[in-house]
């Protein structure tokens, strides 16, 4: 089993920064691959950044490639994003998602664990 909570969100201007920590609980962690996902009002989910189970492959969505960074630190069994020059249309409910294995693009149907979400808001 693993647990996942994300925390982090919040608000910010556009071209600020934010960095969202997921913990994950479960000696499980550290071979589980992890993805973000987010999904904005009246909108699908959509997988943003995933990292391989010892973070030595990573992938990006084009629309956050070059600003966001995904990483992960299985000692402490915690996963990141930080997110760089953040845009309007960044503006979404974050989760932290973990699966035994991935696709890339980044699916929900690999997806067994998710985390409860963390809102993130950007204003201009």
């Known amino acids: 089993q693993v647990q996942l909570v994300e925390s982090g969100g919040g608000s910010v201007q556009a071209g600020g920064s934010l960095r969202l920590s997921c913990a994950g609980s479960?000696?499980?962690?550290?071979?589980?691959?992890m993805q973000w996902f987010r999904q904005a009002p009246g909108k699908e989910r959509e997988g943003v950044a995933a990292?391989?189970?010892?973070?030595?492959?990573?992938y990006y969505a084009d629309s956050v490639k070059g600003r966001f960074t995904i990483s992960r630190d299985n000692v402490k069994n915690m996963l990141y994003l930080q997110m760089n020059t953040l845009k309007i249309e960044d503006t979404a409910m974050y989760y932290c998602?973990?699966?035994?294995?991935?696709?890339?693009?980044?699916?929900?149907?690999?997806?067994?664990?998710w985390g409860q979400g963390t809102q993130v808001t950007v204003s201009s």
């Open positions: 998602a973990a699966g035994w294995s991935w696709s890339l693009p980044p699916t929900e149907s690999t997806v067994t664990y």
């Open positions: 479960g000696y499980m962690f550290s071979i589980a691959y």
């Open positions: 990292i391989s189970r010892e973070g030595g492959v990573t």
